[in-house]
């Protein structure tokens, strides 16, 4: 399995106000599952499991879950699994005391970069129609827009726009996602 923490140091703070000094972005281990349990309960109307993220966890090279910590209290989670050419972005969620402080960009960056090193050339992801802050931020990382799934949260009757990131191992999306880390850096200093 790559460990994502081989491919780039830890993520440095991202807003000192909010005495983030600490930030760290490593793989989610077993030791994690109960933080990140309370912070899916306040994210999603339908929660995973503590037994999903153990058989999610279990799958190894298959897939790649990353948290954010700080203190040793985790912030914010995200994972992919990867299937043929494609890396799915299964989850991402902050916890809610710490949204609008760049944590989700910080683990999608970690994410897309776990995809490239794994040899994935698209990232794909589903998002409601409603979640104009997580739109935007994929926006960021080069996903468009491909399609709806009707229904698709269907716990809150709301639809999901499904939505691509192409040709992920290319110069072009090498250069968004240094931009992208740049201005995460500029954001900490």
Sequence with gaps: MIDPAELTPPVAPVAPTRALDDLEI???RRRH???VLRIEVQSYPKPWTLG???SELALGSLRCYLVAHRA???VGYGGVMYLGPDAHVTTLAVAPEFHRHGIGGR???QLARAAIAHGAENLTLEVRVSNDAAIALYRRFGFVPAGVRKNYYAEVKEDALVMWANDIQTDE???R???ISAAQAGERS
Aim: hydrophobic share 55%; no cysteine; glycine share 4%.
């Design 72 to 74: 040793g209290e985790v």
């Design 33 to 35: 599952i109960r933080s």
């Design 26 to 28: 490593v793989p989610m």
């Design 107 to 109: 683990i999608l960056l």
């Design 173 to 175: 999306y090498a250069e």
């Design 177 to 179: 996602l240094a931009r």
């Design 52 to 54: 999903l993220y153990l």
